[in-house]
């Protein structure tokens, strides 16, 4: 195995050779699962699913002693530590006082926090303080456990006023259809009336009047297709506030954070001193308080 030609050696492929029990011959069943339900999505898999190990079930290319002292190795010196902070708030995270995408830091050992990449630099630039994963993950169990009580109240009427938007947006179509028809039927009259001018059968003077008449007309329309074009945002919107409904119909109550349920809701969380704001997919915005510090 080998790194493609003129790149180097990514760590995240590192460590997933060095973890791989493959090499010794035994197997891990399930490091993955497809969802159950469409769309039908892969995610690994961190304890969601049962995973099986099976000894044996290939010739090995490496002996388990040299495996051994290798997960060791990892262990202890902590090798890994780049691949290890990657986690699901990744490019997820936001200042909301400058705008800057938050970096996590710290040993796990003490718990990880997110900072402002401006604050790093130069506290004077940017007063967000620091806060805690833990404080994020439980914002979000908050977060989720209030929409999924609180989803008749808050997405049921959202949908209705998009099935409405979707409704008014099916006549502008319509509309639409009828307008580039009309500007059809013009340009061939258009059409035919040069053809008779160019034939002699009409006097000038009445071809541009004439003319002028059918042009007016087209531009008329034309300007009529400009207002009423047509937009699939509020479409997507709900497209996505139902993937929402869905998922917290299928999922019962969060007692623990759920990474995958993260991933699949939230866009983006925006940091303040005061609050912690998560965007959902769908654009909808809720906030939680900041623990005080």
């Not at 990880?112 to 994020?136: G, N, P």
Request: glycine letters at 4%; proline letters at 3%; aromatic letters at 8%.
């Amino acid at each position: 195995m080998y790194p493609k030609e003129n790149s180097k050696w990514n760590p995240r492929t590192i460590h997933a050779i060095l973890r791989n029990e493959k090499y010794i011959g035994d197997s891990l069943y399930q490091k993955t699962y497809t969802t159950d339900s469409l769309p039908l999505k892969r995610y690994l898999n961190t304890g969601q699913r049962s995973k099986y190990y099976a000894m044996e079930t290939h010739e090995g290319i490496i002996s388990k002693t040299d495996y051994e002292k290798v997960q060791n190795l990892l262990a202890k010196k902590s090798i890994t530590g780049e691949i290890d902070r990657t986690c699901v708030f990744s490019k997820k995270i936001y200042c909301s006082i400058c705008g800057a995408i938050c970096s996590r830091k710290g040993p796990p050992t003490q718990g990880f926090v997110w900072c402002c990449r401006t604050h790093l630099q130069s506290k004077a630039l940017c007063l967000l303080k620091s806060i805690r994963e833990d404080e994020l993950q439980q914002a979000f169990l908050s977060i989720y456990n209030r929409l999924q009580c609180n989803q008749k109240t808050i997405l049921e009427p959202l949908v209705d006023d998009l099935l409405g938007l979707r409704h008014l947006q099916e006549q502008k179509y319509k509309k639409r259809l009828a307008l580039g028809e009309d500007i059809q039927h013009l340009a061939k009259q258009k059409h035919n009336l040069t053809r008779i001018h160019t034939l002699g059968y009409i006097e000038e003077p009445q071809f541009i009047e004439r003319s002028a008449a059918i042009e007016q007309q087209i531009r008329e329309r034309k300007q009529q297709l400009s207002r009423n074009d047509m937009s699939n945002t509020s479409e997507k919107i709900l497209q996505k506030t139902r993937l929402i409904q869905k998922k917290l119909s299928s999922t019962p109550p969060l007692e623990l954070f759920d990474e995958s349920v993260f991933k699949e809701l939230v866009k983006k969380v925006l940091i303040s001193n005061t609050a912690i704001q998560f965007e959902l997919i769908n654009g909808m915005k809720l906030s939680e308080s900041r623990a005080a510090t």
